[in-house]
């Protein structure tokens, strides 16, 4: 599971170049969600990765629910 944004803070790579090495090393989440602000990010990202990753990859459009958040802390 991944969450992933765009903006990674001034001076460090862009969340693209995340997925682009998720793309070349072939090793894909199962689950990749998408909490950037920047849409013009979001679209790059989600494209690669539809365009590269296996169909059973579930891509979501947004944050991580409270819910699953609250599930992963707890471990």
Do not use: C
Request: charged share 25%; net charge positive; proline share 8%.
């Amino acid at each position: 599971m991944l969450s992933l944004d765009f903006d990674l803070g001034w001076g460090q790579p862009e969340g693209i170049e995340v997925v682009r090495h998720i793309v070349a090393v072939k090793r894909f989440p199962r689950r990749i969600y998408f909490h950037t602000s920047s849409p013009a990010g979001r679209q790059q990202m989600y494209a690669l990765l539809t365009e590269h990753a296996p169909s059973d990859v579930q891509l979501f459009n947004g944050p991580m629910p409270d819910r699953l958040l609250r599930e992963l802390a707890r471990g």
